[in-house]
RNA sequence: GCCGACGUAGCUCAAUCGGCGGAGCAUCCGCCUUGUAAGCGGAGGGAUGUGGGUUCGAUUCCCACCGUCGGCUCCA
């Protein structure tokens, strides 16, 4: 094994970072040690968590000011802020907003007291007679059920009120001891949505307003300025901006197209993909895009996944339908043969399209699209395979992450549940050669015991990015289930035939999302290999465009994606251009450059490196790339 | 799918109370031939998302649909 580890040079973000992405992933870092503190100390009992809890709790009395009938749910502190949930006459609007968050600042200069008192059922009730959610609340605590947070509480019920001034709450808090330890400049109100009681799609639909709190204003200016890095670097306006991507709602909601600044950028992944697929000892196979009903009802899509898949289309008087997966076209090529041990494990990647119906509220960019290419692979393999096959995608995994540029990793193990196919033994081996694989690799993970797909147990991979944001990318994902369906044998060294294992495993999850991610975490200036144009040539008058052709040329012919900016406009402009398309080499040519052969170097990061001879660049540049930085 | 908001030129946004839809950038055409983030002038560009309704008259008010945004929900 080994020899997953692609450029060692590539570690980190480089030094010559754009001035606000270093800003960035200061503040990235800063959130982050934040959170390592707050899981030291433990975010529910820090006092940050006392001031949004109690936060919530002023902006529910103020809410209650304005509307007198207001049925109150819950109202939780959150990672950064707090929400409240509640059942009101109208729908709010950002006027109401700003009218509650001033009428809880008064409040909160008000030095409310917050006094605990733990009381019985009875006065619960009568307490909260009018409020049927709390009511709710009340009943289900008292039967050990869930608490206010709709967790499982082990605790004996024990029903306790928190009093500020004449609002009183069901709530096990803790609170601050007085308002006066929430700093008015510190609370804002965000915004309003709606939310399903309890999350039920069938209950009533309450109007959900978030806020954020922190200790001093500045870190609430600071959250402020992390949250429009967030607008800037947001995916959606820079694949435009960029170039890259364009979405049509004439032609379909959640169907992506490449532009060619994008599709370079796609191709230069894919190929980066495929090539360390081969030398990782995959072989790539293409399978088609719809399938008869018949391989959707073996593989059992049909019963338990119909509704995100689309509906049939009638060929020769019989249905077929899209793929929303790839698995049962790649077991069909297992079945062409008897397989015997000896071909195991076989490892079979494909770039694979795919299309699922999402409801149309949760599509989201790039991020959630109906049609999406997954880079997946199935490892069909004996069960004494399992073990090194499993640490073998684990350790690809990690390195294609990496490659990439995501450095902070976390998994989750996730085992299995209660309902499950397959038998438990396999099961048992299964999920002790992923825990054995993390651990091989040195990882931190967590355990979702019971969190398993019921077809087998997952890791799942989640990357941080530049602003501190976790994703789920790689899923490893054991299946007990296909090779049941479709009768996957093989023959053993006893000449009987057995079942294989087989691991489902996708690494950038699907191209498009992972191409979004990519571009929020880089904030659209990628390293120099993923640049679909890594240098511009500049000429400084019409003159010079013949001498920026030829080194364009010759950056050409050295493997450099360039251009030359031939336009009418000045060369402050040209700059400009090039600096908003985050080109990252800008190469400046005049006499002088011409005279002697050389190109007056300028980076995205606004560096000036004067003239150089082009070899130079060259070597430069390709350093970069190989080296994938940023420059 | 559900709750709410929004939809005006390629992009970002104006348009008073329901009374002939504008600007900047971009595009095109000229002039300028430029040394590290926008040179100057001119022109073209719109069924105001779609379909109905109210009205003498709708970008504006009402309804439905499509799409987008903030969430919820779901996620083999």
Redesign the pocket.
Known sequence: MGGTTWHPASQGCGVLLCSYIRRMVIMAEKMEVEMEEKKVEDYHESQLYRIRHSAAHIMAAAVLDEFPDAKFAIGPPIEHGFYYDFDLPR?L?EDDLQVIEKRMKQMLRQNRQFEYEEISPEQAKELFANQPYKLELIRDILQGGTDEYGEKSEEAPKLSIYKSGDFVDLCRGPHVDSSNQINPKAVKLL??????WR???DRP?L??I?GTAWEKPAELQEYIAWIEEVKKRDH?RLV?ELDLIS?H?EA???LAYWHPRGALMRKTIEDFWRDRHMEGGYDLVYTPHIGKSWLWET???LD??KE?MYSPMEVDKMDYYVK??NCPFHIMIYKTQLRSYRELPLRWAELGTVYRF????????LMRVRGFTQDDAHIICTPNQIEEEVLRVLRFSLAMLRAFGFESIQAYLSTRPDKA?GEPARWEQAQESLRRAIDAEGLTYEVDEGGG???GPKIDLHIKDALGRSWQLTTIQFDF??PERFDMTYVGEDGAEHRPYMVHRALLGSIERFFGILVEHYGGAFPVWLCPEQARLIP????HIAYAREVEDQLRQAGLRAKTDA???????K??DA??MKVPY?L?V????AEEGTV?V?L?S?A?L??MPVADFVARAQQAIHDRTLE
């Open positions: 729908p609007t915004n309003v949505a709606g939310a399903y999350g039920d799609a639909m109007q959900r978030y959606r435009r979405f709602e379909g909601a959640g593989s059992g899509h338990f996944y995100s929303p997966m999402e409801k149309s509220g949760v599509l989201h960019g196919a797909a019921f077809y289930n296909l400084i008058a019409d003159r336009s009418a406009s000045r060369m402050g402009a700059i400009r600096q908003l800008m400046v005049g006499d002088r450059e007056a300028r995205r606004e000036n004067g003239a």
